[in-house]
């Protein structure tokens, strides 16, 4: 960091006592780098949704489960894949049980086109859970 700035904020007490809780269970060794990480997130919701109306570059992983069992549906998320190949960096597939497969794909390229090809891949009939987590490519996060 080049330099660092301090400000002060202003809490109910019924709700630090709650923070406090949470930075502690998840580990944060202090406050501000839990603001820091909220500031962070919100920056990236907000410039994932002007990438995706100004038809930027943006990146995003798509985790879905599956029953590889349930007709062709393994073939067609493989042929949605390919046809988008350019959108997807990487894909990662694990046998959780005798039916269920979770696959983890990296998607990156045009913000609306990787929204809409994680929607097209969620919607396939036969995959049990989808959710597509929007990121940024860090070129303009601190």
């Known amino acids: 960091m080049d330099s660092i700035v301090r400000l002060g904020v202003s809490l109910p007490r019924d709700l630090l006592g709650p923070f406090d809780r949470l930075l502690e269970k998840k580990g944060y060794p202090s406050r501000s780098e839990a603001i820091r990480d909220l500031i962070r997130k919100s920056l990236v919701e907000d410039e994932w949704q002007t990438e995706r109306e100004q038809d930027g570059e943006a990146a995003g992983t798509l985790t879905m489960v599956y029953d ?9 998320l493989m042929d949605i894949q390919h046809e988008h190949h350019d959108l997807v960096v ?3 597939h694990v046998h959780l049980d005798h039916h269920n497969c979770l696959e983890v794909l990296v ?7 990787i929204a809409t090809l ?8 036969g995959v049990k859970h989808g959710v597509f987590v929007p990121s940024t490519t860090g070129r303009d996060i601190a």
């Open 107 to 113: 998607l990156r390229g045009p913000a609306r086109e």
């Open 90 to 92: 990487t894909t990662q």
């Open 68 to 76: 590889h069992h349930n007709r062709d549906l393994p073939v067609r």
């Open 118 to 125: 994680a929607d097209k891949l969620i919607a396939c009939h």
